[in-house]
């Protein structure tokens, strides 16, 4: 009985199939999962409920992953130093950037069934791969270093001494990989990313006055007063807080982990379209709940990195505070979970070596080891006493903003593939749109780089 | 709407009604015929060794890769001046 829909026209001349014997264990795992999908596209009642429920993961997961430790402290700095203005809308823009770059991801994966990093080394050869991929791990390992700071600052609000916060934070991401089973390990982050929300009801403590809030979204006013650099600086920083590569390359690998095809694409943009509002929400929060400190003319400069916690207490209570310490250790700890995958799976890919969640560590231990290994690396950076951590802090965003402009140039050419993506190639709008983000980011990157030589 | 995409509910309904579906993982594992067709081709694992081709660059592609390559290069070098900069309290 043919009970599939109509098999689109597959572009690709090495899309020859493969025999029922030749299928492995991740095959079975993700046929498994499109039996699931198969079921909800059959139910008659509450069917896009159903659906949603099976494909929020990849959008949602970086989205949320993006609102890392070192994006929320960004955010928070921003709201401390410039209170309510100028800088909430550069905080809410830059999602609707990235929703514009994770759309054509999320298509790129589902229509290839390929990760970021094979396309690039398939499509324009080792040379111009192994820069990618240098741009990757030189960002990533960086980043990743940093979520282990934002654990063990959140952490230090509790009384944990570092080692032991950083210790569990890399329990927590080994824990998450050993699953076996990219469905657990995705729902896992998902509850872990749920905790993201906390900076919601931190942000209502701070009894943020709300007319100035929506006046500030609509007139992208009072202007940011001081040093052009400083601006630029946080400009870049909350950029780089939203838009960084690794999304790129985790998002298309976990949309191909997950099995999604060509008539997911829909439902595959709802997942990304909830991730980028979950995303800017939190953000916005996360600003709005340091405005107190901007507010009664707190300096800003004391806390870039845990303090944020301590200092906000006297204007948001124990409660609010706690539950900003905690939205800081969850920051760190799912984007040290995505982070690691997205290394993970750009290695696997680029190896061409197992690379899926859906394997067991026993059989895809090259995948695992770099996933761990970068972690553990990471987590150890971090503990080395000496090691400037608040100078890499204040860089890591805006070197993630300044990455951006090839790897979105990447994206572009692949996804405007025909031989590749067939009919779901990019429409002119969407060109459009992502041609005018690489624009932004070369020019904000330029401005950045003119006031950092003047100054 | 096209008729595949409005027929696919009940398609797949008139399936799960079906002798031939598949109850479970391990129903799959038992008849991977199963499961090679809940899959697209070129997602099975064994179909994805092949690699796609080389797509030859125009001129202008190259330039500009080139171009940001360059771009991204002197952005790095800055970067690290000012993390130099932020150590020594500048």
């Known amino acids: ?455 | 709407m096209k008729p595949e995409e409005k027929n696919e509910p009940e398609k797949n309904a008139e399936w799960e009604r079906s002798s031939e579906a598949p109850t479970d993982r391990e129903e799959l594992e038992r008849r991977p015929e199963l499961a090679a067709e809940l899959l697209e081709p070129d997602q099975i694992v064994a179909a994805k060794r092949a690699r796609f081709g080389r797509k030859p660059l125009k001129s202008w592609e190259r330039g500009l890769l080139w171009a940001l390559r360059i771009y991204v290069i002197a952005m790095q070098v800055i970067v690290a001046i000012a993390v130099i900069r932020a150590l020594h309290g500048d």
């Not at chain 1, 209170?83 to 823009?93: A, D, E, K, N, S």
């Not at chain 1, 503990?383 to 903003?401: D, E, G, R, S, W």
Request: aromatic share 10%; proline share 5%; glycine share 8%.
């Open chain 1, 1 to 455: 009985m043919n009970w599939k829909p109509v098999q689109r026209e597959l572009a690709s001349p090495v899309a020859a199939g493969a025999s029922p014997a030749e299928l492995t264990h991740e095959d079975i795992d993700r046929a498994a999962d499109r039996l699931r999908v198969n079921r909800a596209r059959a139910a008659k009642r509450l069917r896009p409920l159903w659906l949603l429920w099976l494909f929020v993961g990849p959008g949602v997961l970086v989205f949320l992953g993006e609102n890392d430790a070192p994006s929320m402290l960004s955010y928070a700095t921003t709201g401390a130093r410039y209170g309510i203005g100028f800088f909430l809308p550069i905080i809410v823009v830059p999602f609707a950037m990235a929703f514009v770059i994770q759309e054509m991801t999320m298509r790129l994966g589902a229509v290839t069934h390929r990760g970021h990093a094979e396309l690039i080394f398939d499509r324009f050869g080792k040379f111009w791969g192994t820069f990618a991929m240098a741009d990757l791990v030189l960002g990533n390992f960086l980043t990743l270093a940093m979520e282990f700071v934002g654990v063990r600052a959140g952490a230090s609000y509790f009384g944990v001494r570092p080692g032991v916060a950083v210790g569990l934070a890399l329990v927590v991401v080994f824990a998450a990989m050993l699953t076996g089973r990219y469905w657990t390990w995705e729902r896992l982050a998902l509850a872990l990313a749920a905790l993201n929300l906390l900076f919601i009801p931190v942000a209502l403590m701070a009894h943020p006055p709300w007319h100035a809030v929506s006046g500030a979204l609509v007139t992208w006013s009072p202007l940011p007063h001081g040093r052009a650099l400083d601006v630029l600086v946080l400009i870049m920083s909350d950029l780089g807080a939203t838009v960084t590569p690794w999304m790129v390359f985790f998002q298309q690998s976990a949309v191909v982990d997950k099995g999604e095809q060509p008539r997911d694409i829909t439902i595959g943009r709802v997942d990304t379209l909830v991730g980028m509002g979950l995303a800017a929400v939190c953000g916005l929060a996360a600003a709005l709940a340091a405005t107190p400190l901007f507010l009664h003319g707190m300096s800003a400069a004391a806390f870039q990195r845990g303090e944020f916690a301590q200092a906000l207490r006297p204007w948001i209570g124990n409660v609010g505070a706690t539950l900003f310490a905690v939205g800081l250790i969850e920051a760190g700890l799912l984007a040290a979970i995505t982070i690691s995958a997205s290394s993970a799976y750009a290695f696997g890919e680029v190896l061409n070596v197992g690379h899926s969640l859906n394997w067991p560590v026993r059989k895809a231990v090259p995948f695992y080891l770099v996933l761990m290994g970068s972690a553990a690396l990471a987590a150890g950076l971090v503990l080395i006493p000496h090691v400037p951590l608040v100078a890499i802090a204040l860089v890591v965003n805006v070197l993630a903003a300044l990455e951006m402009p090839p790897v979105l140039v990447f994206l572009l050419m692949l996804v405007n593939d025909r031989e590749l993506m067939g009919d779901q190639v990019n429409d002119r709008g969407a060109n459009f749109a992502a041609i005018a983000v690489v624009v932004i980011l070369v020019l904000c990157g330029l401005a950045y780089a003119g006031a950092m030589l003047v100054s």
